[in-house]
């Protein structure tokens, strides 16, 4: 035996968005776009994120272990970034070794390679996260669309009824 409420098929705990008022229609698209906002601030810082970590691996590939491509492979001259602007020369005393920033300002020693697999690592999973996030951000915004639907067409008939 199915024990269906006449939700039309609907999953267990969801609200027919019909039997809500006006005021509570309102409240929930309210809930919604804030959610929304949120979780699409989220998913930049997500993306800021990753852009660092990126950075990080062109950083050991261009600057320790060097290019050839671009003139640096053997090269001990590098510009050292002060802030995101300013630059000073600087030399490189070992290629065999680098810091690494493993979160709240623990660094460690890495080999080149070691690093720059530690920040693909990374950058492999903030894309995961970032792909379950667009899939929450797609479903919230079904759902606010739903919901300002059922809102304009309560509205529409509440004007229909009074004129």
């Not at 409240?27 to 810082?45: G, I």
């Not at 530690?118 to 492999?124: I, L, M, R, T």
């Not at 300002?148 to 509440?158: C, D, S």
């Amino acid at each position: 035996m199915s024990s269906e409420s006449g939700s039309g098929g609907a999953p267990p705990g969801a609200i027919d968005l019909a039997t809500l008022s006006l005021p509570q229609l309102r409240a929930l698209q309210t809930r919604l776009t804030s959610e929304l906002e949120h979780l699409t601030s989220s998913h930049q810082k997500l993306r800021a994120a990753q852009a660092k970590f990126r950075e990080c691996v062109r950083s050991i590939s261009d600057g320790v272990t060097g290019s050839e491509k671009q003139g640096t492979k053997g090269r001990d001259e590098i510009l050292v970034p002060l802030t995101s602007s300013l630059y000073v020369k600087g030399r490189l005393t070992d290629r065999e070794k680098v810091l690494v920033d493993v979160g709240t300002g623990f660094y460690v020693e890495k080999t080149p390679e070691k690093a720059t697999a530690f920040y693909e690592d990374k950058v492999k999973g903030l894309d995961a996260n970032l792909q379950e996030l667009e899939k929450i951000v797609q479903g919230k915004s079904s759902q606010l669309r739903v919901t300002e639907e059922v809102l304009r067409q309560k509205m529409l008939a509440g004007e229909a009824a009074q004129g």
